[in-house]
């Protein structure tokens, strides 16, 4: 059967404020987000739902497979079964001025410790905090997928 190949994430732009009430960052006629010296940001990689992309892997039930030495592999794969999983997104933060609150944040589960339902506290927001001193600098956001997609976002900003 054919498979579809995996398409890298997008992210169409920034926005800032508080949680569930983001909007678009504002960016002046050069494309440019004016910021003032030592305040902090919430900003936020607006990834399209779409690009989280669905796919089909092979699982085994590991609560129903008792491991012998003399387990044959037909037996294992005989267990098998197709599972979809949709794509988790992680996003990296790197700036040449002022300081991110995290280095990343991620939507993937810990396998040992959280559940599904802990999914819907997952966010991909990061507070940035502009430098004391005037200047100009870029910040990029790196959204990855889990499976090699990568997209990334650069903003240039005047810290005033």
Not at 43 to 69: C, Q
């Amino acid at each position: 059967q054919g498979r579809d190949a995996n398409t890298n994430p997008t992210i169409l732009g920034l926005l800032e404020g508080e949680e569930d009430k983001e909007v678009p960052i504002e960016l002046d006629t050069k494309g440019v987000y004016q910021v003032k010296s030592g305040e902090k940001y919430r900003l936020l990689a607006d990834i399209p739902e779409e690009d989280r992309e669905t796919y089909t892997v092979m699982a085994l039930p590991l609560s129903e497979l008792e491991f012998t030495r003399e387990n044959r592999w037909e037996e294992v794969l005989g267990l098998a079964y197709e599972k979809e999983i949709t794509e988790d997104m992680t996003v990296s933060f790197f700036g040449t001025c002022g300081g991110f609150s995290s280095e990343s944040k991620s939507e993937r589960l810990h396998i040992l410790f959280e559940t599904e339902e802990d999914k819907k506290d997952k966010d991909l927001s990061v507070d940035w905090t502009a430098p004391e001193e005037s200047e100009e600098c870029t910040l990029w956001f790196i959204a990855t997928d889990g499976r090699g997609g990568v997209g990334w976002y650069a903003l240039e900003v005047s810290v005033q």
